[in-house]
């Protein structure tokens, strides 16, 4: 079932989000000092949240939602 998939999907993106933002509450806000001070893990977990949020996006907007809208048939696909 597609629909379910996908929302698997976005729970891992969802769980990887919540764990760089909570390794990040140690080291947030950023000013120029604290950014240039910045180690690779820190960066990492920036990395981290800035990529799962973009993939989240894309899961829900390319998959998701229109497997919903397809269920429901609110919606052309051409």
């Known amino acids: 079932m597609k629909l379910k998939e996908y929302i698997y999907q976005c729970d891992i ?10 390794k990040m509450k140690d080291f947030m806000p950023l000013n120029y000092v604290s950014y240039e001070l910045l180690g690779d893990e820190e960066i990492g977990h920036i990395d981290q949240l800035i990529f799962r949020f ?6 829900m907007g390319a998959k998701l939602f229109p497997e919903i809208l397809k269920r429901y048939k609110t919606y052309e696909f051409y």
Request: aromatic content about 12%; hydrophobic content about 25%; cysteine-free.
């Open 54 to 59: 973009s993939k989240l996006q894309d899961t």
């Open 13 to 22: 993106h969802i769980k990887r989000i919540d764990y760089a933002y909570n």
